[in-house]
């Protein structure tokens, strides 16, 4: 491949690159003004809605009660650790005198 062949298909691949380029920034662009448009209703109504209050007020309960399940075993999981570390400081403690 010569140097005018090598500078040709420069040119022809910074082209492709800026039309590509062109064309990206048109679909963002649109993109965004899409999502400048909608209103607060249609935001709104991307949220999920319940359709059984009762069915709702059940799930936040059950959510509540696996957090706070969550939170005694995590507590639980400490404790452990603090009394596992405190033993083994013990036990090499009690091989010294004895050792």
């Known amino acids: 491949m010569n140097d005018i062949d090598r500078e040709r298909m420069r040119r022809e691949m ?3 690159a800026g039309r590509a380029a062109k064309k990206t920034d048109e679909m963002l662009e649109d993109e ?9 209703v ?16 059940r799930l936040i309960e059950i959510v509540e009660e696996a957090s706070h399940q969550n939170n005694k075993v995590a507590f639980l999981k400490d ?17 010294k005198i004895l050792g």
């Open 79 to 95: 404790k452990i650790e603090e009394v596992g570390s405190s033993m083994i400081g013990i036990a090499k403690k009690a091989a």
């Open 14 to 16: 910074e082209d492709a």
């Open 42 to 57: 249609d935001l709104e109504d991307l949220i999920p809605k319940p359709t059984d209050e009762a069915e709702y007020k």
């Open 32 to 40: 965004l003004n899409t999502l400048l448009e909608a209103t607060r």
